[in-house]
């Protein structure tokens, strides 16, 4: 199918979009299978033990899935050149801009030794790298009906700042096979489909290779379990979707800004609500790790208790049901977003009523009052 850019070229989306998906899929599918058929050459460096207050597997575990994400994205840049001069320069710039956040993960799974503020400081590092090649700052902001304006500086301390959260609620919600993953695939489809209604092809293209790239680690990540993405893969992961929400609104102005807020509000709101109840409910330090993050009790109130078996075969089928309670609502999400993408009342309609739902659920698990709906089991 061919399709006509704003400056008269044409090419063919089909083979687009081949071109994005397909090569960082097999690529990352590649380099995941290696990390795993040669882990013992490497153990000591990269497994992730399975002691610890958010440790939910039962062998020690390869957690640098993030180089299959990585190469995977690398090899679609690499294909780019001399066909698509727009999206490859694009391409290039946010992937210059991600490698400060994916290197201060990265050596965190190897060396266990790089602080939380050091890695939020440098996917920090990446915002305002892509705020300055790629123009991805957030210079406005509307809530219900007011528009606030930023000066350019504060804006990229803003977006800096946003960028890094973000990140950082990606990493959060890594606790369970395929976990961020799929939350990951559903939320690029959504900003590509957007893209593409935008004629947006560059952020189209992001998106879609970092789909490709994701499911390639996915086949070994769920639900066996084989490999983690580790911190390198989820900061490299939360530094793409956070500069391509950023990139396609203020590329697009018909696409609110609410809309990746909600595409993103799952682990954006699971960071902020877990700072509030560690600081003022349990009188805690924001950072102190512990099991209490929603899809934990997911895992510990609604699934445990069927399968209690402590075989590791049985701990990793728990482990991997912890998605079905969270792909189908982020997928709604997704859906309702596109749909609404240029109705900013709605949008921040959804935002609430998400925010209320996941308040409500938290508390109700935590007094192990499980609605009776999410009681039955999930079939395999």
């Given at each position: 199918?061919?399709?006509?850019?704003?400056?008269?070229?044409?090419?063919?989306?089909?083979?687009?979009?081949?071109?994005?998906?397909?090569?960082?899929?097999?690529?990352?599918?590649?380099?995941?299978?290696?990390?795993?058929?040669?882990?013992?050459?490497?153990?000591?460096?990269?497994?992730?033990?399975?002691?610890?207050?958010?440790?939910?597997?039962?062998?020690?575990?390869?957690?640098?899935?993030?180089?299959?994400?990585?190469?995977?994205?690398?090899?679609?840049?690499?294909?780019?050149?001399?066909?698509?001069?727009?999206?490859?320069?694009?391409?290039?710039?946010?992937?210059?801009?991600?490698?400060?956040?994916?290197?201060?993960?990265?050596?965190?799974?190897?060396?266990?030794?790089?602080?939380?503020?050091?890695?939020?400081?440098?996917?920090?590092?990446?915002?305002?790298?892509?705020?300055?090649?790629?123009?991805?700052?957030?210079?406005?902001?509307?809530?219900?009906?007011?528009?606030?304006?930023?000066?350019?500086?504060?804006?990229?301390?803003?977006?800096?700042?946003?960028?890094?959260?973000?990140?950082?609620?990606?990493?959060?919600?890594?606790?369970?096979?395929?976990?961020?993953?799929?939350?990951?695939?559903?939320?690029?489809?959504?900003?590509?489909?957007v893209a593409?209604?935008?004629?947006?092809?560059?952020?189209?293209?992001?998106?879609?290779?970092?789909?490709?790239?994701?499911?390639?680690?996915?086949?070994?990540?769920?639900?066996?379990?084989?490999?983690?993405?580790?911190?390198?893969?989820?900061?490299?992961?939360?530094?793409?979707?956070?500069?391509?929400?950023?990139?396609?609104?203020?590329?697009?102005?018909?696409?609110?800004?609410?809309?990746?807020?909600?595409?993103?509000?799952?682990?954006?709101?699971?960071?902020?609500?877990?700072?509030?109840?560690?600081?003022?409910?349990?009188?805690?330090?924001?950072?102190?790790?512990?099991?209490?993050?929603?899809?934990?009790?997911v895992y510990?109130?609604?699934?445990?208790?069927?399968?209690?078996?402590?075989?590791?075969?049985?701990?990793?089928?728990?482990?991997?049901?912890?998605?079905?309670?969270?792909?189908?609502?982020?997928?709604?999400?997704?859906?309702?977003?596109?749909?609404?993408?240029?109705?900013?009342?709605?949008?921040?309609?959804?935002?609430?009523?998400?925010?209320?739902?996941?308040?409500?659920?938290?508390?109700?698990?935590?007094?192990h009052r499980?609605?009776?709906?999410?009681?039955?089991?999930?079939?395999?």
């Amino acid at each position: 199918m061919l399709v006509e850019k704003a400056a008269g070229e044409q090419f063919d989306l089909v083979q687009l979009l081949v071109v994005a998906v397909t090569p960082a899929f097999l690529i990352s599918a590649a380099i995941c299978f290696l990390i795993i058929k040669f882990e013992r050459f490497h153990s000591r460096f990269t497994h992730d033990t399975h002691d610890g207050p958010q440790k939910f597997h039962v062998v020690p575990t390869a957690r640098i899935g993030g180089l299959g994400l990585a190469a995977g994205v690398v090899l679609v840049y690499g294909l780019l050149q001399g066909r698509y001069v727009e999206e490859s320069r694009f391409f290039g710039l946010l992937l210059l801009a991600s490698i400060p956040a994916f290197m201060g993960g990265l050596v965190e799974d190897m060396t266990k030794r790089v602080s939380v503020m050091t890695r939020l400081v440098l996917s920090m590092v990446s915002a305002v790298l892509a705020s300055v090649m790629l123009g991805a700052t957030v210079l406005e902001f509307d809530i219900l009906g007011l528009t606030l304006h930023f000066h350019p500086f504060f804006a990229i301390m803003l977006t800096a700042f946003a960028v890094s959260g973000a990140t950082n609620a990606v990493n959060i919600i890594d606790g369970y096979n395929g976990l961020a993953s799929g939350v990951g695939i559903i939320v690029l489809t959504a900003l590509a489909i957007v893209a593409l209604a935008n004629q947006d092809f560059a952020v189209m293209f992001a998106a879609l290779a970092m789909v490709g790239a994701l499911v390639g680690f996915l086949v070994f990540n769920w639900p066996g379990g084989k490999i983690f993405l580790g911190d390198g893969g989820a900061y490299l992961l939360g530094v793409w979707i956070s500069e391509l929400c950023i990139l396609l609104v203020t590329r697009n102005p018909g696409v609110s800004i609410w809309f990746p807020l909600l595409l993103m509000i799952y682990p954006v709101y699971e960071t902020l609500f877990s700072i509030f109840r560690r600081r003022y409910i349990r009188k805690q330090h924001p950072g102190h790790p512990d099991r209490s993050h929603l899809h934990q009790l997911v895992y510990s109130r609604l699934i445990r208790g069927h399968l209690g078996c402590k075989q590791p075969s049985s701990v990793i089928r728990r482990n991997s049901r912890v998605v079905f309670y969270f792909w189908p609502s982020c997928a709604f999400l997704a859906v309702f977003g596109v749909i609404c993408v240029d109705k900013p009342l709605w949008l921040q309609f959804g935002v609430l009523v998400y925010c209320l739902a996941y308040t409500w659920l938290y508390f109700t698990l935590l007094a192990h009052r499980a609605p009776r709906f999410m009681r039955a089991r999930v079939v395999w």
